[in-house]
Structure formats: structure tokens, C-alpha cells
């Protein structure tokens, strides 16, 4: 698969058929110079019946015309085809790839695989396909034509053919080089504008407009630096062929013309040779530039390889076991990530039990490990084996499918599409009826904002949401959540941009929905778990405390401190 001749082989009809038109093109642009010999000898001859020779000229344009088509739409068409598949199966891998695969890669490297890198595969298994098959035609039919007027005019006009492919064998080894770092430097610069553009609001705000484009022009100025390498090897590898076409060419007049004046050759022929000769220095420079293409395809080619090589490491089971509840059993848990790499643990020894309907509260101070827990339990991150059952099966041996169906995850940042706000509620329920997004968005405290919008539901939320304002983000992704009717509910502090008393509003919304479902509620407000069945404390990735709410108010530890201080800070408000 990291070879270009295997994406070739997938459509090999069509690359076969694609051959035959470029040969009958090729046969017919031959035969040309045949006939304008016979003509012009003819007219030496003092025969001046040239009309025969003309439709012959006319009727092989027609014939080149219409394969010369079918040949493009073949082996065009099949890198096209091929970019398309290429495409398909980068995004199908990516998609397949765990969150922490994109914790560690940068989107600009994605984004030159998608596109520089795709597009120079493309180009070789297109152009680069012709340059190789149109000289296999050209080259021999050429050659042997000329051998048959003159065998010593040949000799010498081949003559620096050997030459010319050391010198192609030696330029695409330096341009397979400086096209890897051409591409590292535009993967570089794509991430600097994705991550400038992404941040833009934090960059205009510290007023770094001039420092983040002093910063880019260094960047721009590498890649137009390893572009510019890659153009003087480029530049020279051209002029070196057209001199070597140019030395060919002198030859061929110099010995060819003595033949002429000696009369061991006629003047047609004479000039048959000379048009085999011009039509050898096409694909005398279309093997240059195969060299070229396929270097910088090839180079492409095998940093797509390297990214599609990656193994995902959540992968479905061998035989999914079904969901038989949705009682949740922790065990012993202890998570790090990056495990292997001396990451310290961002969960230890954790044991918990949720009966099935209940609902679990998760507090504690920033880097406990409250999203950790809750990443773990549908499987964005992969937990240990046996740590953690749903319904008595561990979630390791359910279809990845099944348990995230079965679970409405609203993570603490919440990500909307470039959509319309009824697209974004119906993400995980496409074909919702109206009426149903509408009483998501109730639940979730967000519909009378909705409406108010010009377009209501179908207002357009731009990239990330970026036009909703935090708190309507987080309840339009809650919105979602909720329209696919989960069994169990995961909530990673979705209420946090919210403010306290809109909280409230939203949760006694939400109590009737949770009944009868297992619910995991994380939050930093104390309010928002209060009426949970059972709240957990962590501190330093540890249970350190757990029970009710008053029970855990009445004692001390981090619990009280922290509601003891949101109670101080509520009172301050309404003060």
C-alpha cells in the first residue's frame, strides 16, 4: 500500500485501457513524418498529386484527437479516482485513531497529508503515469525508424541517452530529499496558521497581531527557503536535458546534412529523421520530470504510510459481549497516560459502585482526575482490563458502537460543527423530527435563546460555535446529548459557563430526565450534585471522601471547604 504501483494495480482495467489509447495516439503522431517523406520526395520527383497525403494528414489528426481524449479520460481519471480512495481511507484511519494520537500530533502535519501530499500521489499516478508510458511507445517506434534511414545518424544521435539517464538518477535522489523537507516546512507553517487562526481571539486580545506575524514570516520564510532549494535543482536538472536535446539535435544536422549533400540519403527521409528526432526529445524530458513526479509522489506516498501504519489502541473486540444493564463497577483503577513513558498516574486505586438509575456527583479541585474518569468510561481512553464493568461485562469486551449508543457524553469543552444549531443538537440523531430537537433544547435551558436568533434553529454557529457564547454552547451540546435518549448520561462539568442561578433552572429540567438512567455528573459548583444519590471527592486522582450531601457538609475535609466557600461567594453576589 506504500507503493504507487499497488494504488495503480486497483484500477488496472481502466490504466490498461488508457495504454492502448496513448499507443494508438503515439502509432498515429508516427506516422506522420512518414508521410511527409513520401510527400516531399514526391515533390522532388516533380509529383505534384499531394491531396491523397493531406486527407491521410487530416484523417490521423482525427484518429489522435479522439484517443488522445480517451487516453486522458482513462489515466486522468484513474489518479483522480485513486486521490479520492487515497483520501477516503486517510480520513476512514484518522477517525479510527484514539484522542490521545491527536494529543501528540500536530493538525498541520494532518492537514499536508490531506493536501500537499495527497495531491503529489495524485500527480505521479496521473502525469507521472504518462511521462513513463507515452516514451515506452515513443522511444522504441522512433528509434527503429531512424535505424531504418541511417543506422550511423542514429548512433550518434542516441548517443546521449546513457548520459542523460545518469543524470536523471542522480537529480531524483536530491529532489526526493528536499521534497521531504519541503513538506515538513508547509506542515509547519499550516500548523502555525491553524493555531494562530484558532486562537485569534486570545492573540487580538494581548495585542500580538505584530509578533504572531513577525513569528509566521519566519516560518514562511524556511518553507520559501526549502522551496527554493528544491527550484535550483529543479532549475538546473531542465537545462541539463535541453542541452543534452540541443548537442543531439547539432549532431543530426551536421552528419545528416552531409548525407543529404553526398546524396547517400534523400532529402525525405532526411527529414523524417529530423521530426523522429524532435519527437524523441519529449520523452527524453517526460523521463525527467517521471523522475521528478514519482520522487515527490513516492516521498508523499510514504509519509501517508507512516500515518496510516499508526494502530489505533481502542479496537472493537474479537467477540463483543452484549450490554445486559447499566450498573457501572469500578475496580482498582489506575490510569496514566502515556502509560509506559514514566507518566505519573492520573488516577489510583479507584473502586466504586453505581447501581443502575442512580445518579453520581464528582467534585474536587482542578487535576483530580474527574475528566479522566469520565473519558474512561466510554472509552475515549482505553482502562486497564477488568477495571471497569458495565452491567457486569467489562466495557473492553462491549462494541465500541453499543457503549457509546448507550452513553449521552457532554465533555467539558464543548465542540459544535459548522452547522446550523438543529444540525448540531441532531449530530447523534440525524433524522430527530423537529419536535424532539425542540424538547432537547428545553431540557437544556437553551430553546427560548434560540428562537430569539433571526433564524432561529437554523442559524449557522460557525466554526467550533465560535458565534454562541460559552454557556449556549454547553447547552446546545447537552441538547445532543439528551436527544439520543442515552441509558447512561456522562457530564464533565457541561454547566460551567452558566451562570448559578440559570444552573439551577437547567438541573430541575434535567432531575426527571435522569430518572431511571445512570448518571455521572461532574462539576466545580457543588449546587449542580447536591441532590446526587451518592458524590464522590478526589484529590490527587484518590477518593479521598464520599456520601450525600449533608453528610459530607457536616464533616470535615475538601468537600465542606469548597461548598463553604461557593456559599460565601453566592451570598457576596446577592449582597
Known amino acids: 500500500m506504500n507503493r504507487i504501483t499497488y494504488w495503480l494495480w486497483q484500477y488496472k482495467g481502466r490504466v490498461a485501457a488508457g495504454f492502448a489509447c496513448l499507443m494508438i495516439v503515439d502509432v498515429a503522431t508516427l506516422c506522420v513524418p512518414l508521410v511527409l517523406s513520401d510527400a516531399i520526395d514526391r515533390l522532388g520527383r516533380g509529383d505534384g498529386s499531394l491531396l491523397w497525403s493531406g486527407l491521410l494528414i487530416v484523417g490521423i489528426a482525427v484518429v489522435a484527437l479522439v484517443f488522445r481524449f480517451l487516453w486522458r479520460f482513462f489515466l486522468i481519471g484513474t489518479s483522480r479516482r485513486i486521490e479520492r480512495d487515497l483520501r477516503a481511507r486517510l480520513y476512514g484511519h484518522l477517525v479510527t485513531l484514539p484522542a490521545s494520537f491527536y494529543n501528540e ?20 499516478c496521473g502525469f507521472g503515469l ?4 507515452d516514451p515506452l511507445v515513443m522511444i522504441p517506434f522512433s528509434v527503429g525508424v531512424m535505424l531504418s534511414i541511417n543506422a550511423r545518424m542514429t548512433a550518434y544521435a542516441v548517443l546521449p541517452l546513457p548520459i542523460l539517464t545518469l543524470v536523471m538518477l542522480g537529480f531524483g535522489r536530491v529532489i526526493h530529499e528536499r521534497f521531504e523537507s519541503v513538506q515538513a516546512a508547509f506542515s509547519a507553517a499550516m500548523e502555525k496558521v491553524r493555531e494562530n487562526v484558532s486562537g485569534i481571539r486570545v492573540l487580538k486580545a494581548y495585542v500580538q497581531e505584530e509578533g504572531t506575524e513577525r513569528d509566521f514570516a519566519r516560518t514562511n520564510q524556511t518553507l520559501a527557503n526549502e522551496n527554493m532549494a528544491l ?15 540541443g548537442a543531439t539535435l547539432a549532431l543530426t544536422l551536421w552528419i545528416g ?17 529530423a521530426q523522429y528526432l524532435s519527437m524523441l526529445i519529449w520523452p527524453m524530458i517526460a523521463l525527467g520530470d517521471a523522475v521528478n513526479i514519482f520522487q515527490r509522489g513516492r516521498a508523499s506516498l510514504g509519509r501517508i504510510g507512516v500515518l496510516l501504519a499508526v494502530q489505533p489502541d481502542i479496537v472493537e473486540p474479537e467477540s463483543p459481549r452484549p450490554m445486559n444493564g447499566t450498573q457501572i463497577e469500578i475496580r482498582d483503577l489506575t490510569f496514566a497516560y502515556g502509560a509506559g513513558n514514566g507518566a505519573p498516574a492520573a488516577l489510583t486505586g479507584i473502586n466504586l459502585d453505581l447501581d443502575e438509575g442512580t445518579t453520581l456527583g464528582i467534585v ?9 474518569l469520565t473519558h474512561l468510561i466510554p472509552r475515549v481512553f482505553d482502562p486497564p482490563p477488568g477495571t471497569i464493568r458495565i452491567g457486569g461485562v467489562d466495557v473492553r469486551d462491549l462494541s465500541l458502537a453499543e457503549l457509546r449508543r448507550a452513553i449521552g457524553f457532554v465533555p467539558q469543552d464543548a465542540f459544535l460543527f459548522s452547522a446550523t444549531i438543529a444540525e448540531n443538537i441532531a449530530f447523534g440523531r440525524p433524522d ?13 435551558g437553551v430553546h427560548d435563546e434560540i428562537v430569539a436568533f433571526p433564524d432561529g434553529y437554523e442559524t449557522r454557529v460557525g466554526e467550533r460555535g465560535l458565534s454562541l457564547s460559552g454557556g449556549q454552547k454547553q447547552r446546545v451540546a447537552i441538547a445532543r446529548a439528551l436527544l439520543v435518549e442515552p441509558r447512561i448520561v456522562v457530564f464533565d462539568d457541561p454547566l460551567s459557563a452558566v451562570d448559578a442561578e440559570r444552573e439551577e433552572v437547567i438541573l430541575a429540567n434535567l432531575r426527571e430526565f435522569f430518572r431511571g438512567r445512570t448518571t455521572v455528573l461532574i462539576a466545580h459548583r457543588i449546587s449542580a450534585v447536591r441532590n446526587a444519590d451518592r458524590i464522590l471527592v478526589l484529590d490527587g486522582g484518590r477518593i479521598v471522601d464520599s456520601g450525600r450531601h449533608e453528610e459530607l457538609a457536616a464533616r470535615e475535609g475538601i468537600y465542606r471547604r469548597i461548598w463553604t466557600l461557593q456559599q460565601a461567594e453566592r451570598r457576596a453576589v446577592t449582597e
Request: proline letters at 4%.
Open 364 to 372: 474536587g479541585m482542578t487535576g483530580c482526575g474527574k475528566s479522566t
Open 231 to 245: 527550484v535550483r535543482v529543479h532549475g538546473l536538472f531542465h537545462p541539463l536535458i535541453e542541452l543534452l536535446s
Open 105 to 124: 500530533t500536530k493538525t498541520g502535519d494532518l492537514m499536508a497529508h490531506a493536501t500537499n501530499d495527497i495531491d503529489a500521489v495524485t500527480r505521479a
Open 130 to 133: 504518462i511521462t513513463v508510458l
Open 432 to 444: 430527530a423530527p423537529r419536535e424532539e430537537i425542540e424538547r432537547a433544547a428545553r431540557l437544556a
Open 257 to 273: 546534412g552531409s548525407s543529404v549533400i553526398r546524396g547517400t540519403v534523400s532529402l525525405g527521409p532526411f527529414v523524417a529523421f
